[in-house]
T-cell receptor, first 113, second 117 residues
Framework: AQSVTQPDIHITVSEGASLELRCNYSYGATPYLFWYVQSPGQGLQLLLKYFSGDTLVQGIKGFEAEFKRSQSSFNLRKPSVHWSDAAEYFCAVGRGRNEKLTFGTGTRLTIIP | GAVVSQHPSRVICKSGTSVKIECRSLDFQATTMFWYRQFPKQSLMLMATSNEGSKATYEQGVEKDKFLINHASLTLSTLTVTSAHPEDSSFYIC?????????????FGSGTRLTVV
């Protein structure tokens, strides 16, 4: 069965600083990988996804993620965070189209001035 | 892009009553939809996979008689919490993916905050 680990429960970053959120997955084949963001009391918004091809994936809001098969990782990065990036971030893995997703426990991002 | 509408956004009900939550794909057809439950400051736990025209597939530990799922059309799935109790209070979120076309990723509804008093 697939699983996802987000080692960091809470991260605090200064506005304008760079960000990296870690995600490690466990799955036998090439997974479908996703990063979602959730604001309080809201649904989830897709930031980016990886299915195949180029291992560096660009997403919305200036985010990118890199798939590293050798490390079973799919870390999310942003070169310069904005106060509006404060939210909960979830990494998720799926086996294929129309297959259920397994979510990590999430990382809460706090931005300080 | 793909849009999923979830209704209601908030509901308060009395213990022992039933509540129905709707999940609609507005601009695409979805044979498969998913229902998740999220406790405060926790991750999403998959409750069931909803399949149009057939019975839902429930995850282990989820009571299918408590959480009734009906996927009557390619654009609508409903979750009914029957005989609700305070421990059923939670945030429920649905998601769907288009049957055809590019795989844009799973689209989520905005969630339903259920409070049972």
């Amino acid at each position: 069965a697939q699983s996802v680990t987000q080692p960091d429960i809470h991260i605090t970053v200064s506005e304008g600083a760079s960000l990296e959120l870690r995600c490690n997955y466990s799955y036998g084949a090439t997974p479908y990988l996703f990063w979602y963001v959730q604001s309080p009391g809201q649904g989830l918004q897709l930031l980016l996804k990886y299915f195949s091809g180029d291992t560096l994936v660009q997403g919305i809001k200036g985010f990118e993620a890199e798939f590293k098969r050798s490390q079973s990782s799919f870390n999310l990065r942003k070169p310069s965070v904005h106060w509006s990036d404060a939210a909960e971030y979830f990494c998720a893995v799926g086996r294929g189209r129309n297959e259920k997703l397994t979510f990590g426990t999430g990382t809460r991002l706090t931005i300080i001035p | 892009g793909a849009v999923v509408s979830q209704h209601p956004s908030r509901v308060i009900c009395k213990s022992g009553t039933s509540v129905k939550i709707e999940c609609r794909s507005l601009d695409f057809q979805a044979t498969t939809m998913f229902w998740y439950r999220q406790f405060p400051k926790q991750s999403l736990m998959l409750m069931a996979t909803s399949n149009e025209g057939s019975k839902a597939t429930y995850e282990q530990g989820v009571e299918k008689d408590k959480f009734l799922i009906n996927h009557a059309s390619l654009t609508l799935s409903t979750l009914t919490v029957t005989s609700a109790h305070p421990e059923d209070s939670s945030f429920y979120i649905c998601s769907a993916i288009p049957d055809r076309g590019r795989h844009y990723g799973y689209t989520f509804g905005s969630g339903t905050r259920l409070t049972v008093v």
